[in-house]
């Protein structure tokens, strides 16, 4: 079977027929970044997403969803500075007007055309500067990168991967430093592939992709109105579906790729000093597993801990009690890993085990936090990313519109 291959440094352009550029519009007040980018396949694309459960959604998302309802799309606009959310027909308009100027300038319809924005809710965009800045936007080979620094807001650094599988590639870029909690949060993530794909199934696949890291990351609790992953298909040929000797793999590949970037997503956290890995094993079902994990992650208790580098373990069981999931504490082992194989363990048959503290503050004060729970009751396991909660992220979000 083919395996999923990383490529160091990809981005969506690394897929045949994909092309991508950005400029600054004047949203944001940086002259420097980019605030505004395009997306352009040569070739008709299937397309697939998924979006905020967020009861609120802004202008751009629901013009997406009208526009990806038919499976089919081939540009995309995007902005960073303002959300372009709760701001009424005003704000649909001109979610509607940014894809017909892509639409314009990339020649296709504006009903292909995605249209994102993240940024301040409840402002409305400058559309003057945004069809300017949009006319003068060179679409390239190498502009995925200048698109990852365009949908930045918070975030300090770019997120973007890409992975080749047999003769195709799949590439993204993705943004998200702040309100990020499971159903999807303050994020975009673009994705794109060279690959021929059933529409079906790749809706399924991304699906499941997103089942299993962006909805297991935790950064804040809060779930924003913007956030939407959108993956683009543009291959030729006999489409991948289960079928398909491709098809199982093409699954991982997605699924690395948005794991990928969930990762990068936590670790660049507004004000995050540490990343916390949790895993739940023997879990009676999937979801129960998954429910458990980013229970932890999402603990203030288990955060401030971990910021402190307290190996105060009880509030790693704590969390796990109150996550709804099927729990004997007679079954229950909870262990800190060390990278080197020699594991802490602190709970093992109903009762606290014995450990070195100073090793225990040691580990807990790695840039990576990885703990490991088996319920002992089932087979079932997942994997959950948070961040500690630091001065720092008080600090970034009192001062946001600031």
Same mark, same amino acid.
């Given at each position: 079977?083919?395996?999923?291959?990383?490529?160091?440094?990809?981005?969506?352009?690394?897929?045949?027929?994909?092309?991508?550029?950005?400029?600054?519009?004047?949203?944001?007040?940086?002259?420097?970044?980019?605030?505004?980018?395009?997306?352009?396949?040569?070739?008709?694309?299937?397309?697939?997403?998924?979006?905020?459960?967020?009861?609120?959604?802004?202008?751009?998302?629901?013009?997406?969803?009208?526009?990806?309802?038919?499976?089919?799309?081939?540009?995309?606009?995007?902005?960073?500075?303002?959300?372009?959310?709760?701001?009424?027909?005003?704000?649909?308009?001109?979610?509607?007007?940014?894809?017909?100027?892509?639409?314009?300038?990339?020649?296709?319809?504006?009903?292909?055309?995605?249209?994102?924005?993240?940024?301040?809710?409840?402002?409305?965009?400058?559309?003057?500067?945004?069809?300017? #800045?949009?006319?003068? =936007?060179?679409? +390239?080979?190498? *502009?995925?990168?200048? !698109? %990852?620094? $365009?949908?930045?807001?918070?975030?300090?650094?770019?997120?973007?991967?890409?992975?080749?599988?047999?003769?195709?590639?799949?590439?993204?870029?993705?943004?998200?430093?702040?309100?990020?909690?499971?159903?999807?949060?303050?994020?975009?993530?673009?994705?794109?592939?060279?690959?021929?794909?059933?529409?079906?199934?790749?809706?399924?696949?991304?699906?499941?992709?997103?089942?299993?890291?962006?909805?297991?990351?935790?950064?804040?609790?809060?779930?924003?109105?913007?956030?939407?992953?959108?993956?683009?298909?543009?291959?030729?040929?006999?489409?991948?579906?289960?079928?398909?000797?491709?098809?199982?793999?093409?699954?991982?590949?997605?699924?690395?790729?948005?794991?990928?970037?969930?990762?990068?997503?936590?670790?660049?956290?507004?004000? #995050?000093?540490?990343? =916390?890995?949790? +895993?739940?094993? *023997?879990?009676?079902? !999937? %979801?129960? $597993?998954?429910?458990?994990?980013?229970?932890?992650?999402?603990?203030?208790?288990?955060?401030?801990?971990?910021?402190?580098?307290?190996?105060?373990?009880?509030?790693?069981?704590?969390?796990?009690?109150?996550?709804?999931?099927?729990?004997?504490?007679?079954?229950?082992?909870?262990?800190?890993?060390?990278?080197?194989?020699?594991?802490?363990?602190?709970?093992?048959?109903?009762?606290?085990?014995?450990?070195?503290?100073?090793?225990?503050?040691?580990?807990?004060?790695?840039?990576?936090?990885?703990?490991?729970?088996?319920?002992?009751?089932?087979?079932?396991?997942?994997?959950?990313?948070?961040?500690?909660?630091?001065?720092?992220?008080?600090?970034?979000?009192?001062?946001?519109?600031?």
């Amino acid at each position: 079977m083919t395996a999923p291959q990383k490529i160091e440094g990809g981005t969506v352009t690394m897929p045949e027929g994909f092309l991508a550029g950005a400029v600054h519009a004047g949203i944001r007040y940086n002259p420097n970044k980019p605030d505004l980018g395009l997306l352009y396949s040569e070739r008709p694309c299937v397309a697939a997403a998924v979006y905020t459960a967020n009861a609120v959604k802004a202008a751009p998302l629901l013009v997406t969803m009208e526009h990806l309802a038919d499976g089919r799309a081939q540009g995309l606009v995007v902005n960073s500075g303002c959300a372009n959310a709760a701001t009424g027909s005003r704000g649909l308009e001109d979610a509607r007007r940014m894809a017909q100027l892509a639409a314009q300038h990339m020649g296709i319809s504006p009903k292909d055309v995605v249209v994102a924005s993240t940024g301040v809710i409840g402002t409305f965009l400058p559309m003057d500067k945004v069809a300017k #800045a949009i006319a003068s =936007i060179s679409l +390239t080979r190498t *502009g995925g990168k200048d !698109l %990852a620094m $365009a949908i930045m807001t918070t975030d300090t650094r770019p997120k973007y991967g890409a992975y080749a599988l047999g003769p195709y590639c799949l590439g993204a870029v993705a943004k998200g430093a702040g309100m990020i909690h499971p159903n999807l949060a303050t994020m975009l993530c673009f994705i794109t592939t060279d690959a021929p794909v059933a529409q079906p199934f790749l809706q399924e696949a991304l699906k499941e992709a997103v089942d299993s890291s962006f909805n297991m990351i935790d950064v804040d609790s809060d779930t924003s109105t913007n956030d939407m992953v959108v993956v683009m298909a543009n291959g030729e040929g006999p489409p991948i579906d289960d079928d398909h000797p491709l098809g199982q793999p093409f699954r991982q590949a997605l699924s690395a790729l948005c794991q990928d970037m969930a990762r990068a997503l936590v670790a660049d956290a507004e004000g #995050a000093g540490k990343v =916390i890995e949790m +895993t739940v094993e *023997g879990a009676v079902s !999937l %979801a129960e $597993a998954r429910r458990a994990a980013r229970e932890v992650v999402r603990s203030l208790g288990v955060k401030t801990a971990i910021k402190g580098a307290d190996p105060n373990w009880g509030r790693v069981v704590a969390a796990l009690g109150n996550s709804g999931c099927r729990l004997e504490l007679g079954s229950l082992a909870l262990w800190l890993l060390d990278p080197q194989g020699d594991h802490i363990c602190f709970f093992l048959g109903g009762h606290p085990q014995p450990f070195d503290d100073r090793r225990a503050k040691a580990l807990l004060s790695e840039p990576v936090v990885r703990l490991r729970a088996h319920l002992g009751l089932g087979e079932a396991h997942a994997t959950a990313w948070g961040s500690d909660l630091t001065e720092d992220y008080v600090r970034l979000n009192s001062l946001y519109t600031t």
